[in-house]
């Protein structure tokens, strides 16, 4: 691939991309940890991305993606659509190279996240989650400033992005003495982190949990189509999962690697909240808890060596006492 | 030091014994991140030790004590006394070398402290806090048994033990491109993790806090002796700082090297937990919540480089929940 190619937004992820960004993301962010887990005997691998300076995984692809911009984009600002960890991933990493940056948000998104985006100093864009299109808005946006678009999943510098997590999952277990993992179970909104996983770890199995009523990826990868969410107005604790549709860029990918999907309810992922506080000692957000929730509820299979993510711990705390209580 | 006086109770701990214990836990302990957190503009570095396997420090030391044991002792099992979190470093690293654990734990104490003991297979006898001596009880079940004392703060490879975390400080700091910590706040119940980062960091200056009523090393280092907390029923969130009073071996050592004690109010410590909840995603117990508390309450002055100790994480639901409401 060219220079040019390399930079081109319709170009394909790969996993050469995600070893470069994995070579840009080590110098900046330390490595998250792998927490081990007993389920029924048996031990997990729980990649722990509440603890990045963002409290979630997206500051991977953010940073991956911003660092890829050239001198002229950079004075033009980056647009971001985000219900709250991306957006935080952009503002940080805009932060950082001192680039402008736009947020469009959620108007019922935690207040942690609206909050934890304003103090990285972007600008934040509120829309009506029911009524209104984000990609629309930006797209206005992009038009009035000439900035550029950093979607928060299909992207195939914030696909590589995420994947990163992969490619520590395997060096970890690798400094443990053990293989690469025969799964990683992966929290699903849009498909960013488990199509980045997919590519980071091409011996693994790939399994997505979605939230119930949100399990539009799922129901895609059955019908070979992508689909939309048949009720954007289901009620879901899991705000950072809240994905209508997935994108062609991720599909294609996910449709040759996922080999299982599940969806998991408001009560597992409470009680997969629980676990993590009492267990590992760490603050998962609903979003972030369905992969531990699926395997939690035995609707994922333990093989000897299971990976799991544990996306983001961005929770406001009425809603985290909720959840455990 | 000849190998019989390496393994005298009564040898005073040194650095050497520090680094020596740190190529043992290097083999068997994740070293634990050393977290970034903004305070009134400076970075604050959290060593967070919630993330060990038993969720506090103290695996650190036992796992020193125990793995020294020769033959003989370890076949007539190990006796220890402890609130909580060294009664499952005990347990957990005489699970691991196959031997039988014997711990004295107050009959108040968190009961997830009491489940997770009694879950690495160690014997829980119970005593009463405000009544009965866990030493006396500790020492008969010695004489019974003939079993080695593993006493919670005042022994020479516990101290050493725990300055293991000073060490992972230091190298952690180095990597991030920073020098040795100019200071390193650490929570004090007996003395053993101050001591034991007093001798890992000799060029650090050492500051403890305790929880207010429990402050009776804060009042022995002014006093130039050994003073008992004077009054035991004083009641405190910090179960884990609850100690009446510390032993000569860890006096000596703090008499040498603290260079500041304060006291925090039970709000402080809420404090801190919230602060922790939301900007690092880690659940904080009571009692390894006080140095943070000291730093945002002003009550330590924030040096280039300061380092603080996040003790521990293992705290019941409702405690957590009423601390951060």
């Given amino acids: 691939m060219t220079g040019q190619e390399l930079l081109s937004p319709n170009r394909q992820p790969s996993r050469d991309g995600v070893l470069r960004a994995m070579s840009k993301v080590t110098e900046i962010l330390p490595q998250t940890p792998l927490l081990p887990l007993e389920v029924d005997g048996t031990t997990i691998w729980c990649k722990a991305e509440m603890l990045q300076p963002i409290g979630a995984f997206k500051i991977r692809g953010a940073w991956h993606r911003l660092t890829d911009m050239t001198k002229v984009q950079r004075t033009k600002g980056v647009v971001g659509v985000s219900s709250g960890n991306h957006a935080q991933g952009v503002a940080w990493a805009a932060n950082r190279l001192g680039i402008s940056a736009t947020i469009v948000m959620p108007s019922n998104a935690p207040q942690i996240k609206l909050q934890a985006t304003r103090a990285l100093g972007a600008k934040v864009v509120l829309y009506d989650r029911a009524t209104e299109s984000r990609d629309l808005i930006a ?4 038009d009035e400033s000439g900035g550029t678009l950093v979607h928060a999943f299909g992207d ?3 696909i590589e992005g995420q994947g990163t997590a992969g490619i520590e999952i395997n060096e970890q277990l690798k400094e443990r003495g053990l293989g690469d993992p025969d799964q990683i179970v992966a929290c699903c909104g849009g498909g960013g982190l488990s199509a980045g996983l997919s590519l980071a770890c091409p011996d693994a199995e790939i399994i997505i949990v979605e939230p119930e009523g949100w399990d539009d990826i799922i129901r895609s990868l059955d019908a070979g189509k992508i689909l939309s969410v048949q009720d ?6 899991c705000d950072a999962l809240q994905t209508p549709q997935t994108y062609p860029i991720n599909f294609e990918i996910l449709q040759k690697r996922v080999s299982k999907g599940v969806t998991v309810s408001t009560q597992e992922v409470a009680a997969a909240m629980r676990l993590a506080f009492e267990k590992l000692h760490v603050v998962v957000e609903p979003g972030g808890a369905v992969a531990l929730a699926a395997v ?12 799991i993510t544990l996306s983001g711990g961005n929770v406001d705390r009425d809603t985290f006492v909720k959840m455990i209580a």
Same sequence: chains 1, 2.
């Fill in 139 to 142: 797209a206005r946006l992009i």
């Fill in 156 to 158: 195939p510098w914030v």
């Fill in 232 to 237: 954007v107005t289901h009620p879901t604790m």
């Fill in 296 to 307: 939690l509820a035995g609707k994922v299979d333990v093989k000897p060596v299971t990976a």
